[in-house]
């Protein structure tokens, strides 16, 4: 198994439907106590632990989730509410490396669940017609809302699996 990709790279569905968008968001919705669940019982040594070799600690992943979810949220709001914009990069892996990411985990936990509340809202709350609106991404070109929600759909179980899947090849 490729520790980087342990549910696989991301690959947006061929196609679109509604039934493929509510999946998608379930899945969003669900990431908040799915990373939750697969954080509690660890120790300070076992969140310092990297997923992979090189990889990021657990308690660094745990903090990136919200991190990046955040500048998704926006994105969405940024397309919904004007015509194709272009949308800011972040260095994430620079973000993961600031004096937050030491922290303890549950302030990035309760982050997570308040801003899945209002996100999900969104996405649930969004027409066919809305998920068609375009913005540009300075490295990756014009997307759709579809596809920034099948990313989501996928980034969430993505980093959920680092952890669990460590704690399974540790024992823990």
Request: glycine share 6%; net charge negative; charged share 25%.
């Amino acid at each position: 198994m490729d520790l980087r990709y342990p549910i696989g790279p991301f690959t947006p569905p061929a196609t679109m439907t509604a039934a493929t968008r509510r999946e998608l968001i379930d899945a969003i919705a669900a990431t908040p106590a799915r990373l939750r669940d697969a954080v509690t019982g660890l120790d300070d040594g076992q969140l310092d632990t990297p997923y992979r070799p090189d990889g990021w600690t657990v308690r660094q992943v745990t903090h990136h989730v919200p991190d990046s979810h955040v500048n998704a949220y926006v994105r969405f709001k940024l397309a919904l509410t004007e015509e194709e914009p272009t949308v800011k990069t972040y260095e994430e892996a620079r973000w993961a490396t600031l004096p937050d990411t030491r922290l303890p985990v549950a302030p990035s936990l309760d982050l997570l669940d308040a801003l899945h509340i209002r996100w999900v809202a969104l996405l649930r709350a969004m027409s066919e017609a809305d998920f068609g609106r375009r913005f540009t991404h300075p490295e990756s070109g014009m997307r759709t809302l579809d596809w920034l929600l099948a990313l989501y759909g996928w980034h969430g179980p993505h980093h959920v699996a680092h952890v669990t899947s460590l704690r399974d090849r540790q024992g823990w």
